[in-house]
Nanobody, 118 residues
Framework: QVQLAESGGGLVQPGGSLRLSCAAS????????MGWHRQAPGKQREMVAT???????NYADSVKGRFTISRDNAKSTVYLQMDSLKPDDTAVYFC????????????WGQGTQVTVSS
């Protein structure tokens, strides 16, 4: 079992930056692929970025070149650095830990609100 806790959300102006953190407790953090999804009001949850245990990354087209996912296995933490933020990035951001086999999301955090507005 893994518990996930996101932090770092808030209100930022367009063009600004935020860094989200997701701290994991429980065993075996380093074996899990990790990722971030987001859900905007009235929209379906969508994948933002994922990272394997070895550090390979994947991004949604809408955030490529602006967002960076990383992980620190020693700290059991995954990060999402978000730069050049746009109003369309406004959403609740959720961290998740995925199955090492097949990639299904096994554990989810509670989410952190990101609002991009002037």
């Amino acid at each position: 079992q893994v518990q996930l806790a996101e932090s770092g959300g808030g209100l930022v102006q367009p063009g600004g930056s935020l860094r989200l953190s997701c701290a994991a407790s429980g065993r075996g953090f380093s074996m899990y692929p990790m990722g971030w999804h987001r859900q905007a009001p009235g929209k379906q949850r969508e994948m933002v970025a994922t990272i394997t245990w070895g550090g390979s990354t994947n991004y949604a087209d809408s955030v490529k070149g602006r967002f960076t996912i990383s992980r620190d296995n020693a700290k059991s933490t995954v990060y999402l650095q978000m730069d050049s933020l746009k109003p369309d990035d406004t959403a609740v951001y959720f961290c998740h830990a995925d199955s090492p086999v097949g990639g299904t999301a096994l554990f989810w955090g509670q989410g952190t609100q990101v609002t991009v507005s002037s």
